[in-house]
């Protein structure tokens, strides 16, 4: 039906109505005084929201941006990283730290599954000459649905000196992140996931130690450049011109989120991931990270029955429900389907969600006992 | 009035209502086939629009980026590169090369002054060694209202061999550019100008000699990786997820321009602009850039009246008429103020502003007989 497509990808996400009457606004000008007294908010907000007293800059890019931005404003050629790789965007620091001449170390786990602990311990202890400047590391890996243990391996890579790189795109406004108690160096994030926006904008944070490797770097990105934006931050503004559009859009869910409150955004990601994962376990179908401690409250990934293909279930979903699931990626391509619930997401759109699935699996031929998911969803909500 | 507010800046500029409803519209997945056809008739209508037969990559990112993205794509550090700087745009295209390693040389001029083209000549007849790899220039000069005989200056370059990369922000649909016929290199554009979209997407086209020098570049930009945009492009795809809404938004407006027809486009902007310096020249003011010759269709730099500052003239402007004009940049700041005939701006839109300013100055003491400009530009319509 025109207009009731519903997005479970990872991005985009669902917007709310308020956010797009705002894009749907003439712009302002980007040096107005208007313009910057929602820049003064939305600068506030964004600390609260990464629950940091670091600066978070502003950049007019997808995420990938971001990521970019953290390796070039801290990276030397030569400069020794370790890429925890979990998933496609941990493998993409590690791309992104290579063609800053950097020189690469993946540590590689089976794509569905987390770092080991005791593996990075082992491995920072042996780099007794202190040569590895910048771990990087996946909060929820997007590609996989995996969420990895970051508290725990932040806090070995604290003990070793290394600087750290945390993707948060998918769990900044979803997941619990504590940079600052955590020490997390740079963290970064997009807009079309926890913030509720369409794409375009992602963001940074920066510590201090961020900040003074910044003072280091020969050849930082002037468009991403780190002292542009934190000049222009503490004078309400921006350094070049950002999509206006959507950073009123941005001020608009921001004050959402703030009026639902951090936890209960967390509560409600944790409460509607776990409760499709029970719904498909409760279908007979396997997710793809078995253990509900390295799920992601972002992003959930679904085998197949045997003998239906990931391609005939989007396709379902969609023709018969306008409810868009993502393919897996790469490798994963076919293996796996999808689920987002990330960002504004509610549970009705979960219950309708499972319901099509269910549906759509049995006229494909599956055995599936109708209303077993939704079921098993329901209970978990009592 | 709410709501009533135009901008006559030179970026962001006027939307069309056509544009906005796209922008209002819930994003749609940026790997559907839906999308995918969307960014096909886009891809092949920038080729229209940046008349050429190269392929024109799009970036979510200010037009800062894409200058980002000409010179981290093609530049080593130690290479050679001539920036001819008119004003602050291109300034920073020499700040750019300066953080990519090169070995930059200005030849600046008087700000609201051109190029001149027997100088360009005579510095690059004396680079017997062919050393200098890159010049960077600029077609219309944003922060001063001038622009460069750059089809002159593009000659002169093409007959060294040097790769030329051209500031198209304020020019490409506004002003004629060909860049097949002239001999450009790189030119790069921003959404929130000729295009008539809000700010946040930014385009590059790159000729077949850049894609060569960025096969020898060491260490390209991720983001702005002129391969990775490239092989996405040829599947209607680009590398990272889009900002959707202003993808969609900008489908919309190609198809108005491509309607209004590009000659049509160009006689638009040159008429208004103009006509718009005759009204100014008719009010007893005087114009920054004196010679018609030079002037840039899409922003003019007028000086205020002596003893009457740009702060008062933009303030009664703003508050009295809902219009916001644009103050100097840096040491131009207060001396002069901009106004732009960029984008989707028409006739009615620059009497009414005509009109507007008369009444600011003539309340502000300025001797000005009211009705003078609009006399002039309404003459120069015939």
Same mark, same amino acid.
């Given at each position: ?57 502003i950049f007019t890019a997808s995420g990938t941006g971001a990521m970019e931005a ?8 030569? #400069? ?5 790789? $979990?998933?496609?965007?941990? !493998? *993409? =620091? @590690? +791309? ?13 786990? #089976? ?5 080991? $602990?005791?593996?990075?311990? !082992? *491995? =920072? @202890? +042996? ?26 391996l932040l806090a070995v890579i604290k003990e070793h000196g290394a600087l750290s ?218």
């Open positions: 039906m025109r207009d009731k497509q519903f997005l479970m990808i990872p991005g985009p996400t669902p917007v709310p109505q308020t956010a797009l009457l705002e894009m749907g606004k003439a712009p302002m000008g980007h040096r107005s005084t208007e313009f910057s007294a929602i820049l003064k908010e939305i600068y506030a907000d964004l600390k609260w929201l990464f629950q940091t007293k670091n600066n978070v800059f953290a390796l070039s404003n801290i990276l030397n050629p030569g #400069d020794k990283v370790l890429s925890l790789v $979990i998933g496609n965007f941990g !493998e *993409r =620091l @590690a +791309k992104i730290s290579t063609t800053r001449g950097a020189d690469v170390e993946r540590m590689v786990v #089976d794509f569905g599954k987390t770092i080991d $602990i005791n593996a990075l311990k !082992e *491995r =920072l @202890a +042996k780099d007794v000459n202190k040569e590895i400047k910048v771990v990087t590391l996946t909060h929820s890996e997007t590609s996989t649905g995996c969420a990895n243990p970051i508290k725990d790189v945390v993707d948060g795109v998918t769990s900044v406004g979803a997941m619990e992140v504590k940079p600052d108690e955590w020490g997390i160096d740079i963290l970064i994030s997009g807009s079309q996931k926890g913030f509720m926006i369409p794409p375009g904008l992602s963001f940074l944070m920066a510590s201090d130690r961020a900040m003074k490797a910044y003072e280091e770097c020969k050849y930082p990105s002037f468009y991403f450049d780190f002292a542009a934006h934190k000049k222009n931050l503490e004078k309400d503004t921006t350094p070049y011109t950002p999509a206006v559009s959507l950073i009123c859009a941005l001020n608009a869910t921001l004050k959402m989120m703030k009026e639902e409150g951090l936890d209960n955004i967390y509560a409600r990601h944790k409460r509607l991931a776990l409760g499709l994962r029970k719904a498909i376990r409760a279908m007979g179908l396997k997710l793809f990270v078995d253990d509900d401690n390295f799920a992601s409250y972002s992003i959930t990934a679904i085998l197949p029955p045997e003998g239906i293909s990931v391609a005939d279930i989007r396709k379902g979903l969609k023709e018969d429900f306008d409810i868009v699931v993502a393919d897996g990626q790469n490798d994963l391509k076919g293996k796996i389907f999808r689920m987002g619930t990330l960002g504004y997401v509610c549970e009705r759109d979960v219950i309708g969600s499972i319901g099509a699935l269910e549906l759509t699996l049995k006229k494909l031929g599956a055995n599936i006992e109708l209303g077993s998911g939704v079921k098993a969803f329901l209970e978990s909500l009592i």
